[in-house]
Antibody, heavy 118, light 111 residues
């Protein structure tokens, strides 16, 4: 079974940092672009970041560029999101998602909750 | 870049059809054939229902269909069932800088 499992969420103060992880199984992780998508409480989905198969290309939504860093470890079949200088508006459920051709997200994790609050 | 525009809510009775619109611009929906649709039940992860404007992944019922005209994409659900009640999101590729952009979401109520 193809699966993504996120971890690392929690409560953090404004200005703090958090590192999210996403473990993949059941498919060839190194063959796919991978993404992070978030959802603020009671709000819609927002694409956050993506990374190419070999890690050579990364893209970010404007609101996190310079604060977040996406990375991956293909040997460990894992995706990461390092989040720094966190703000209240970063609060939400963070999903990792596999990008399937053409440019659609076909496998999603269950999400991990990030709460930025003092 | 602003989210794609979807109606906040739609509703229909079992067996009926409903259509959800998704309006963007020539920089996203109108510029690429990379529109996808997702179904999300409360507390659950989104599920891919449509990709490439109108293609259905394996396992998605043919009651779900989609199309695009100009800057507006549409998802039609026919033969409504109780389990179709969920939030639906459109998503479009928006170029190499912006990458992917979602709609604000539409809550479907099956009466």
């Amino acid at each position: 079974e193809m699966q993504l499992v996120e971890s690392g969420g929690g409560l953090v103060q404004p200005g703090g940092s958090l590192r999210l992880s996403c473990a993949a199984s059941g498919f060839t992780f190194s063959s796919y672009w991978m993404n992070w998508v978030r959802q603020a409480p009671g709000k819609g989905l927002e694409w956050v970041a993506k990374i190419k198969q070999d890690g050579s290309e990364k893209q970010y939504v404007d609101s996190v560029r310079g604060r977040y860093t996406i990375s991956r470890d293909n040997a460990e079949k894992s995706l990461f999101l390092q989040m720094n200088s966190l703000r209240a508006e970063d609060t939400g459920v963070y999903y990792c998602a596999r990008e399937w051709e053409p440019l659609a997200f076909d496998i999603w994790g269950q999400g991990t909750m990030v709460t930025v609050s003092s | 870049q602003s989210a794609l525009t979807q109606p906040r809510s739609v509703s229909g009775s079992p067996g009926q059809s409903v259509t959800i619109s998704c309006t963007g611009s020539s920089s996203d929906v109108g510029g690429y054939n990379y529109v996808s649709w997702y179904q999300q039940h409360p507390g659950k992860a989104p599920k891919l229902m449509i990709y490439g404007v109108s293609k259905r992944p394996s396992g998605v019922p043919d009651r779900f269909s989609a199309s695009k005209s100009g800057n507006t994409a549409s998802l039609t659900i026919s033969g409504l069932q109780a389990d179709d009640e969920a939030d639906y999101y459109c998503c479009s590729y928006a170029g190499s800088y912006t990458s992917m952009i979602f709609g604000g979401g539409t809550k479907l109520t099956v009466l």
